[in-house]
């Protein structure tokens, strides 16, 4: 989904609704008769409790606003007269210059807050929520702060990843001769440019692109691996708008740390695994292992474009399609483009075709599959086979633990949301917190946060159901 992502960054702007609540308040929805739904009749009862984190956000940087996966916790750069103010789960951390990117033509996505879209993030967490890390200036010299800590100086610095367990911290620095690779506060072996960093599950192994003497390859732990055409599978004007400076290059690992990365070789693109090259094809797209690392998909052009599942060519589309792998690391879904209509399929059976389709979501067993669809200028989920009410829009649903409860966030109007579960409608709000999610706790308790008014308030819910 990287590449289409940069596809719609160059086309769309991302809209940020700000607005503000009580300080802390506890109501209870209205029990609701949820619509016939193909897993549940029961009646649902929606307990919620509201806390305000910050009674004003005041003017933030779009780009840089970042939610941590827990769904807990939270960081942006908010301006004042003197600079901007980095504010974490709504204390103040720090004063800059200037926070995230905001230099060169990537600054124009930094500020309206594209950069989701394009994948790079100014201020990340790790993936266990506890660290986080962004870029920042002072005077002439930009650094990457890590929980509070500042690095070295450089003229300029790429975004900054982290190890899951966020022990390890690698981003790109300008230097003298080009720019370099910064690992644990070493800095490496300068290129002309490089790529975004990616760190093994496990955090020991780092790969990235790297550009030398008009080649690219991949670096692996610090050493150059074989030579390519290119490994920028980004091209040509979206390239230079979204990363004037990098290889637009984003290596991936699988669970077990395998490596896969795109490569251009004789005018022809392969998918590398470990260094094998993969047959020629004339392009290819984002390449997905299944989450127990021993399967892997890639959309490929030969040349019309296809899914590629273990080796195998997948359906035959207008368009890049979609691939992802169920959580038992069995089950594959699809969605493609023929004749301007997208179709979702699950294991090679169509589900249905429609003008457009959201990010598909299997639940945690990989039993039940939910989506959303688009018709006209609305939006509605799918959730077993049943369609649901249409809304401007439909985030991709998020399913309990348990697989029992299905729940989305969805737009009444152009500054109305609302998260509906199993069918029933929660409180309006005037905006969900941009990068927010659904994250449920257990199998009755979820959060995610919101705007209301002109503060940020976090939501949690409890579930009730009666047979």
């Known amino acids: 989904m990287k590449l289409f992502r940069l596809f719609i960054a160059a086309s769309f702007l991302v809209c940020l609704f700000t607005g503000s609540l009580t300080n802390q308040r506890v109501s209870e929805s209205a029990s609701a008769k949820a619509p ?51 504010e974490v789960d709504g204390k103040v951390e720090a004063m800059f210059k200037a926070v995230g990117i905001v230099h060169g033509p990537v600054g124009i996505y930094a500020q309206v807050g594209l950069l989701d879209f394009v994948g790079v993030k100014p201020m990340i967490f790790s993936a266990d929520s506890r660290h986080l890390a962004y870029s920042a200036r002072e005077d002439d010299s930009w650094f990457v702060v890590k929980d509070g800590e500042k690095s070295k100086p450089f003229k300029s610095v790429g975004s900054p990843i982290l ?72 091209s040509g004007l979206g390239a230079w708008l979204a990363f004037p400076n990098m290889v637009a290059e984003f290596p991936v690992f699988s669970a077990d740390g395998r490596l896969a990365h795109h490569g251009k070789l004789a005018g022809k693109w392969h998918i590398v695994v470990e260094g094998q090259d993969s047959e020629a094809f004339d392009k290819v797209g984002d390449i997905v292992f299944s989450p127990d690392g021993k399967r892997i998909a890639f959309s490929a052009r030969k040349p019309r474009w296809t899914v590629v599942v273990d080796g195998k060519d997948q359906g ?10 169920g959580p038992d690391s069995k089950r594959v879904v699809m969605v493609g483009e023929t004749g301007g209509k997208q179709t979702i399929s699950v294991d090679g059976k169509e589900l249905g075709t429609y003008q457009g389709i959201g990010v598909p979501s299997f639940s945690p067993d990989s039993s039940r599959v939910a989506y ?54 929660g409180k309006i709000y005037d905006g969900i917190l941009k990068g927010s999610k659904i994250v449920f706790a257990d199998n009755t308790h979820f959060h995610y946060f919101v705007i209301s008014g002109k503060g940020i308030v976090f939501v949690e819910e409890e579930l009730q159901t009666t047979p």
């Open 163 to 234: 190890s899951s367990d966020g022990q390890r911290l690698a981003f790109a620095a300008q230097v003298p001769g080009g720019w370099c690779m910064v690992v644990d506060e070493n800095p490496g072996k300068p290129f002309e440019k490089l790529g975004p960093p990616a760190f093994s599950p496990d955090g020991r192994r780092l790969a990235y692109a790297a550009r030398s003497e008009g080649k690219e390859r991949m670096v692996v732990d610090g050493v150059e691996g074989k030579v390519y055409e290119s490994l920028d599978v980004v």
């Open 36 to 86: 016939s739904l193909a897993f549940s009749s029961a009646e649902l009862k929606r307990t919620t409790k509201e806390t305000t984190i910050v009674p004003n956000i005041g003017t933030f940087q779009a780009g840089t606003l970042t939610v941590s996966g827990n769904g807990r916790r939270f960081a942006y750069a908010r301006k004042e007269s003197k600079g901007w103010v980095v």
């Open 316 to 325: 035959v589309f207008d368009e890049t399609p979609y691939v992802n792998f």
């Open 372 to 425: 959303a669809f688009r018709t006209g200028k609305q939006w509605s989920a799918v959730i077993d086979g049943v369609t649901q009410k249409a809304y401007l829009s439909v985030d991709p649903p998020v399913f309990s633990p348990d697989g029992k409860h299905v729940a989305y966030v969805a737009a009444v109007s152009k500054d109305r949301w609302t998260v509906v579960v199993d069918g029933v409608e």
